[in-house]
């Protein structure tokens, strides 16, 4: 036991399942404990009556840096995974009736741009073209690799680096650069809902997210984003892992300046060399640590956005629906003032509806559907006085109206069961602070980089993180990345 190298993981997230993978490879003896019965946690399914739904992560962003991930863990993506390609990446529709399919076919993107502003494509295409260089740049330099200490990041070069990467401009005030049409503006910016943004807010440097998308394409894992952990989870027991599910940690043992190990429900401790927290980090550090002056600073920092999802089985198929739309409020900036100002959500809110049955038959029975609809929403903040049942019922009665609009006049009718996640569940199911999904902390410029809280301890230095909350971020290519560079500094800092 002495010399033997053993690591604990606490959460089988997709953080935590591949940070398992790069240490049983190394040689440790890795045993991951999850407090839920199934892996994934955000990417994780449900399956009821046949129906089929990715619980959380539905969209298979910047598929480069999954394919880098995969293959610095010798897995090929094209023979890991059958994907559906996806001409049509989504359909953003807005109050107006106006759409637009974004999509990587330039002709047809084309068309449908110069139909909403003259000269709007050369302009997008300008936006796409920097925007792509800003995110090979940030990948490069500021999201793909480890800092150790902070004058490692605060050199001149990086200072440099974080203008170039347009740090101080804010999103929608760049892109007002390229169009005058609202609806063009809107159209590139709402993806920083993605990370739990405001794109009123949100640096300049979050337009990588659309010109991603619009560069590399996007395609569907058959079988859903759960195919993802479900595949990693089959790598990691082939290298080893032992997975325990149903099982959480309780507290984290320190002695002195180390972790010696893991308190479980049942009083039991079980010890390693080194302990990996994939859980949310602020939730640890409050929950499971002794050290609450730490806590108390992380709380205070900025938190990313939550959101209310509906899982819908449907008796019937919609053929209106794309594999991923969009749909944009008329009140759309009111609606993101509701979610980042006051936490809450506005009656008419924007939304984002997933149906997979379009390019994966085997997500529902044959001739019905499964759709989520996700309602980016606020974080729920201490003491929460707001009636989340009332808003949740307002705005499933907004979506409905908005979806006959669209022609799904009859859906109500079709829904056979629906399940509901609100801000309270996600923190119920998952420990994640504040319900906030897409963090839980949110990636302001001072959030990110060095100044995100770091992948180790700074006292327990045997005591590591992995996940949305650490370096670099959230999102699940940006969680891959995570536990590349979590793992390669344990390997690196634990080799004496
Ligand atoms: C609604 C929604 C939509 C999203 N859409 C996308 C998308 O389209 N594309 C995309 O790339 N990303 C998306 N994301 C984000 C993506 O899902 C996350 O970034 C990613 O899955 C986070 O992985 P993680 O390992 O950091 O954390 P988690 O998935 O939160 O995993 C942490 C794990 O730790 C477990 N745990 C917590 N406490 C304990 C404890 N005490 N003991 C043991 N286990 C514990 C949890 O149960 C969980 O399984 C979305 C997220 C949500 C919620």
New binding site residues.
């Given amino acids: 036991m002495a010399g033997e190298k053993t690591a604990i993981i ?8 591949t940070t398992s993978i790069y240490l049983a490879r190394e040689g440790y003896k890795v045993t991951v ?4 019965a199934s ?6 399914q449900i399956i009821r009556e046949g129906h089929r739904f990715d ?8 598929p480069m840096v999954y394919k880098k991930a995969f293959e610095s863990l010798n897995i090929t993506p094209e023979k890991a995974f059958k994907t559906a390609p996806l001409p049509t990446l989504y359909k953003i529709h807005f109050d107006d009736g106006k759409e637009i399919a974004f999509t990587a076919n330039k002709a047809d993107l084309k068309k449908q741009l110069e139909l909403i502003e003259k000269g709007s494509f050369k302009q997008s295409e300008k936006l796409i073209e920097k925007g792509y260089r800003l995110f090979q740049l940030a990948v490069d330099h500021l999201l793909g690799k480890n800092f150790y200490h902070l004058f490692q990041f605060a050199t001149p070069k990086n200072a440099l680096l974080l203008i170039k990467l347009k740090t101080y401009l804010r999103h929608t005030t760049y892109v007002r650069r390229f169009f005058k049409d609202p609806h063009l503006r809107k159209a590139f910016t709402f993806q920083n809902i ?1 990370v739990g943004q405001n794109p009123y807010q949100a640096p300049a440097l979050f337009s990588m997210l659309p010109a991603a998308e619009l560069t590399e394409g996007s395609s569907f894992p058959l079988g859903g ?1 759960y195919s993802i952990t479900s595949k990693l989870v089959a790598i990691a027991q082939e290298s080893g892992v032992n997975f325990v599910y149903n ?4 507290k984290i043992l320190t002695e002195n300046n180390k972790a010696i190990g893991v308190v479980l429900p049942n009083g039991s401790t079980v010890r390693a060399k080194v302990i990996v927290a ?3 980090l602020p ?2 550090y409050r ?2 640590l002794p050290d609450k002056n730490r806590s108390a600073k992380i709380n205070k920092l900025k938190y990313s956005c939550s ?1 209310i ?1 509906l899982h819908w089985g449907l008796s019937k198929t919609y053929p209106q629906l794309s594999h991923h739309s969009v749909f944009l409020s008329k009140s759309y900036e009111e609606n993101l003032k509701m979610i980042f100002k006051h936490h809450s959500l506005s009656a008419d809110p924007s939304f984002y509806v997933h149906a997979p049955v379009r390019s994966d038959l085997s997500a529902a029975p044959d001739g019905q559907d499964s759709i989520s609809i ?1 309602i980016p929403a606020g974080h729920f903040v201490d003491n929460d006085k707001q009636d989340w049942n009332t808003l949740k019922n307002e705005a499933r009665a907004a979506v409905i109206e908005r979806l006959k609009k669209q022609g799904l006049t009859d859906i109500e009718e079709h829904i056979k069961f629906e399940i509901c ?1 609100l801000p309270q569940t ?1 923190k119920n ?4 602070t504040r319900g906030a ?2 963090g839980s902390l949110g990636h302001n410029i001072f959030q990110m980089g060095y100044f995100r809280p770091h992948n180790r301890h700074k006292k327990y230095r045997n005591l590591y993180f ?4 650490t370096h670099p971020g ?6 891959l990345l ?2 590349k560079l979590t793992s390669e500094r344990i390997i690196k800092e634990q080799k004496q």
């Avoid at 099982?247 to 309780?250: G, H, I, N, S």
């Avoid at 199911?429 to 994640?432: A, D, G, P, R, S």
């Fill in positions: 606490i959460g089988a997230g997709i953080g935590g399942i404990y999850e407090r839920n892996p994934g946690g955000r990417c994780g619980l959380g992560a539905t969209i298979y962003l910047m993605y984003m099982e959480p940690a309780v994939n859980a949310d939730y640890v929950e499971l959101a999802v996700i996640y996600w199911l998952l420990n994640l999904t897409f992995t996940g949305g909350s959230n999102g699940i290519p940006l969680v995570s536990a």
